[in-house]
């Protein structure tokens, strides 16, 4: 698949508002996965997603780090957000920036992921999910 | 690193109010971990903050927790480690609290060399607050109380800790929570003040240190097999390196020097706690007057 086409799909899926917003979505999702996969799974979604997505899948390091969580994860996706609006959780008060940045960053992941699902047979969802952290795997299967 | 304790054993009940994704819970994670593989129960550590987002970090722990008025716990968690030097004290607290308004504590901690252990929660920023610039913030960085870019330069904490007599001074990145539980462990080890300053991304108000800005500078010192921590003019070259590269670990590390609760003369005969619980268990009571008049 083309990698306008993949951008497109996450776009209409999650009715994003510009092409930027879709893009970071999809990066932040990508490098995320690059910090949790293991070596053999990381090759196996490289081999999958477009040309231009896959140099987000790469890592530096070697092995992922085993403490690497679902907060984690979600905390590279939340940093790709822009102000979402509404309550937030800090001191319960108002601010334009904190939002349910959580709650928007697990709906924006899961566009992505459906996307991704898409490029993959069964047998290779279940494998990557079975790679991801605890709560991240509940994510990406329910996506 | 074996586990010997479950980590989950640290684990509280407090509803957590820091925002989805903040780089706390990685620190949060590790310090469990640190704990857990050293086999110190919870009742055996103490951990101090101020306030701020990254203060908030004791009551998420099932360990005795103190959190003191803004800049200050480091003085409390140097008299805590004084009054029962069996305790393994903890400062965690936020790059404001430690280099900020605690800022002359800080200095002063790293020549006093008490046997505490700092973790900084370094997110350039004032989270709780809504995202003021902090003595961290580097030059130009935008925010609501520097709306054309900070003029001031960036504090460089490691510096100042090297030229203040700091015994152990190490950096990780809340990016890569395994190598940050090694290195609090490692810094409980240490006898004397041990700092380790945390990159932490607060990823609600600060969107230019992210995840992705550290984990394109950081890499490994070990893996500058000739790097040596015990040499003072290398680390002192290390700690300027910032913007391109990142250097993470331990940057220094002096053996060998006495914590500050070994000099204490008031120390030599047992701590004040373990001495008093010795009365309770085994009360002579003509002993209390000598004790008190020694201690007050
Ligand atoms: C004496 C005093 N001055 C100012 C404040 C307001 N205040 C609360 S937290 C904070 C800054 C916290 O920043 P930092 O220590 O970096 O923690 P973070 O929230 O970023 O984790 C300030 C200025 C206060 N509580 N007390
Ligand atoms: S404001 Fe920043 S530091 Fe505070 S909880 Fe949110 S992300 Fe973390
Ligand atoms: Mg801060």
């Keep these: 698949m083309e990698y306008a086409q993949f951008l497109r799909e996450v776009r209409e899926d999650g009715c994003f508002v510009s092409s930027e917003e879709t893009e970071a979505a999809v990066v932040s999702v990508l490098m995320a996965l690059a910090q949790v996969l293991p070596g053999p799974q990381l090759r196996a979604l490289s081999s999958r997603v477009p040309p231009e997505a896959m140099v987000y899948l790469r890592r530096t390091s070697s092995e992922p780090d085993p403490l690497f969580d679902s907060h984690l994860f979600l905390g590279w996706v939340v940093s790709s957000l822009d102000a979402t609006g509404m309550r937030d959780k800090t001191t319960g008060g108002l601010d334009l920036t904190a939002a349910y940045s959580g709650d928007e960053a697990i709906r924006r992941m899961g566009c992505v992921f459906s996307a991704l699902k898409r490029q993959l047979e069964p047998a290779q969802q279940r494998e990557l999910a079975a790679a991801l952290p605890e709560v991240v795997d509940g994510w990406f299967l329910n996506a | ?296």
């Design chain 2, 1 to 296: 690193m074996v586990t010997r304790l479950d980590p989950k054993l640290f684990d509280a009940t407090t509803e957590n109010t820091w925002c989805a994704g903040c780089g706390d819970f990685a620190i949060l994670k590790a310090l469990k971990l640190a704990l857990a593989d050293q086999n110190i129960e919870p009742h055996q550590v103490l951990a101090v903050s101020g306030i701020g987002c990254g203060s908030k970090l004791p009551d998420y722990m099932n360990i005795n927790g103190y959190m003191t008025i803004h800049g200050r716990p480091l003085p409390v968690a140097t008299a805590a480690k004084l009054a029962n030097p069996d305790l393994h004290v903890i400062v965690v607290n936020g790059d404001g609290d430690s280099y900020g308004i605690g800022g002359n504590h800080f200095v002063q901690s790293c020549r006093r060399n008490p046997n505490i252990t700092h973790i900084v929660e370094n997110n350039q920023i004032y989270g709780l607050t809504k995202g003021q610039y902090s003595p961290t913030s580097d030059k130009g960085f935008v925010t609501t109380t520097s709306p054309d870019g900070s003029i001031e330069l960036a504090l460089n904490p490691l510096a100042v800790a090297l030229a203040a007599g700091a015994t152990f001074i190490a950096r990780a990145f809340a990016g890569q929570p395994k190598p940050m539980a090694q290195m609090i462990a490692e810094g409980m080890q240490h006898r004397g003040y041990a700092l380790i300053d945390v990159l932490q991304p607060c990823v609600t108000f600060n969107r230019v240190n992210t995840y992705d800005w550290y984990r394109k500078r950081v890499y490994d010192l070990q893996e500058e097999e000739s790097y040596d921590p015990s040499d003072r003019e290398a680390a002192w070259q290390k700690a300027q390196e910032w913007e391109e590269r990142i250097p993470l670990g331990i940057l220094y590390r002096a053996e060998g020097m006495p914590a500050y609760e070994d000099q204490v003369k008031a120390l030599e005969g047992g701590s004040p706690v373990s001495r008093l619980t010795e009365l309770v268990r085994n009360p002579r009571p003509e002993q209390y007057e000598p004790l008190k008049e020694e201690f007050l």
